[in-house]
């Protein structure tokens, strides 16, 4: 070939080069991405902007979503502050306001758009759709939370319980811890025999979240007591189908006694009514703190993986349900399997987004496997493995990495208040959550955590206190309050219990004269009128039942 020819080979492979570069350029990486923006009413941590796997999630749905989250407010006075703007992100999930924004008109109502998107209609049965109809007959959010797909394979008790650390138990020789003078004993001998941690810092035997909306850790715990499961706001009787008012019952009465027993031992911590919950969390993640009644989601994925990371879970300072009932012939309901439909709220797009089909769009990509995959497995090669048998595995270096909060800032990428599957994957094999893949999960643990399941022949935080079917179809209540308003006599004087406890109960858990302080919450929350919350939540449940 002449020298003419091989020039003008060249040239036409350089124009080819060229070109296929520019396709590439103009329709794949410069592909135009559709940014939205999302508010959560919950606290939470923004991810880095050049967040690893939130950038491969925008290359295959061609969206992505900057979230922002609750700093130093409530959510009610954030969701006032938007509605009084009259300026929305895109997406909004406004928690216990979401009914304020229904109200304000800033959601779009999504009918006409569910069935235009498979993975969004499947999420729900047609009966769970229309059970999030407001009063205009329309849906406006999508709850997010504990849909299960295939088999429930939870390992993880994500909910509410008397939480202690290993090194208790083991200290004390493993022993059954059933009903609330023995988890107290427990802790106050404890504390007694070992007042500080290996490096001199003073120990908190017990303490309390009490701000904002997050003091159920102080109040609701007498329902559990009771061996009733966590309808939230009442208890129902199964046979006789009729609420009851939890904050009165005389096992409330002693729950609260025990706490002022314990705050006058010196056993409660005395910061308990007044720190923040970034407070709260950054005590927990010290190791220092024996115990607390919190629910897991609330506490975890913050304070563990500090635990973890300062090597304090060699120490046993890792946490553990107990199956903590006011006797022991009472049977816990602390953890119901299945999932849970709170209609309360979830996530919502506003008036304020572009494009709403872009939006529902990215949901339902967020939906399809591989995408889910991506948001909690990660990348495969990088943030797990998959055996000759096709299931998911991390190795300890990965597990390692994930502890460490700049990588995941920077790698992982939940897409947390949008909407997530738990359960098993299509291919029947694998769990959609690492934290419910049986054989991840116990891999996973720590030595003091296996050590203490062994103890108990356990291999779950579930088996620790068992497992319960849903009690009916009423459940939960707590769907239905969390939506009451001022506008029905039941809804104001929901408000008005929830105000009364809030100042009442930390002065009746530090009260000299308990008695005396008792009895004078008691007159506070009468002139509240309970019965008219009891008799609203009465007839919704009877209606709940009815049309079953």
Not at 64 to 74: A, C, I, N, P
Not at 125 to 147: A, C, K, M, T, V
Not at 373 to 400: A, H, I, M, S
Not at 525 to 542: G, H, I, K, T, V
């Amino acid at each position: 070939m002449n020298r003419k020819k091989i020039i003008a080979v060249v040239l036409v492979a350089v124009s080819v080069f060229i070109l296929i570069l520019g396709n590439r350029l103009l329709f794949g990486n410069n592909k135009k991405i559709i940014e939205f923006t999302a508010f959560y009413a919950a606290p939470g941590i923004e991810l880095n902007k050049d967040n690893e796997i939130k950038n491969i999630i925008a290359s295959k749905t061609g969206v992505m979503v900057t979230e922002t989250w609750l700093h130093g407010q409530t959510a009610q006075d954030a969701v006032a502050m938007l509605i009084a703007s009259g300026e929305y992100p895109d997406f909004i999930d406004g928690g216990d306001a979401s009914k304020q924004l229904y109200e304000a008109g800033a959601l779009i109502a999504l009918d006409d758009y569910i069935d235009k998107y498979p993975n969004i209609k499947a999420y729900y049965s047609d009966e769970e759709w229309d059970r999030l109809r407001q009063s205009d007959g329309h849906i406006y959010w999508i709850p997010q939370f504990s849909n299960y797909k295939g088999k429930d394979t939870s390992c993880t008790h994500n909910d509410e319980a008397f939480w202690i650390q290993t090194r208790v138990l083991k200290w004390a020789g493993y022993p059954e811890v059933r009903t609330l003078d023995q988890y107290f004993d427990l802790i106050e001998a404890y504390y007694e025999a070992n007042p500080t941690m290996e490096d001199g810092s003073e120990i908190i035997p017990y303490t309390i979240l009490c701000e904002d909306w997050r003091y159920f850790c102080l109040e609701n715990a007498p329902q559990f007591l009771d061996g009733y499961p966590n309808d939230g706001s009442v208890i129902v009787d199964p046979e006789t189908l009729k609420v009851i008012d939890y904050n009165t019952t005389p096992t409330a009465k002693a729950y609260f006694m025990k706490l002022n027993e314990e705050f006058h031992k010196g056993i409660v911590d005395p910061q308990s009514f007044t720190q923040t919950y970034e407070e709260y969390i950054a005590k927990l993640s010290t190791g220092r703190v024996l115990g607390m009644v919190d629910q897991w989601w609330d506490f975890a994925s913050f304070a563990l993986d500090s635990i973890k990371q300062a090597g304090l879970d060699e120490q046993g300072c890792e946490y553990v349900p107990v199956p903590v009932t006011i006797s022991e012939d009472v049977h816990n309901q602390w953890h119901s399997s299945g999932d849970q439909l709170n209609v309360s709220g979830g996530i919502a797009v506003t008036v304020d987004c572009s494009d709403v089909d872009a939006a529902l769009g990215f949901i339902n990509d967020l939906l399809s496997e591989d995408i889910h995959n991506l948001r909690f497995w990660g990348q495969e090669g990088v943030d797990y493995q998959v055996d000759d048998n096709g299931v998911f595995y991390r190795t300890p270096e990965q597990r390692e990495k994930l502890l460490n909060t700049n990588y995941k800032m920077s790698h992982m990428c939940y897409y947390p208040y949008f909407p997530r599957y738990r359960g098993t994957s299509d291919d029947g094999i694998n769990s959609l959550l690492p934290e419910d893949q049986p054989g991840e999960y116990y891999d996973g643990l720590s030595d003091s955590i296996k050590e203490c399941f062994d103890a108990y022949g356990v291999k779950t935080y579930v088996d620790m206190l068992g497992s319960n079917e849903d009690p009916g179809p009423w459940y939960p209540m707590y769907s239905y309050s969390n939506s009451m308003t001022n506008a029905t006599s039941g809804g104001l004087a929901w408000n008005l219990m929830g105000q009364v406890k809030h100042e009442y109960l930390p002065q009746v858990v530090m009260a000299d004269d308990f008695e005396a302080m008792w009895k004078k919450y008691m007159k506070a929350y009468e002139r509240c009128n309970p019965q008219d919350f009891l008799d609203e939540m009465q007839a919704e449940l009877d209606r709940r039942v009815s049309s079953k």
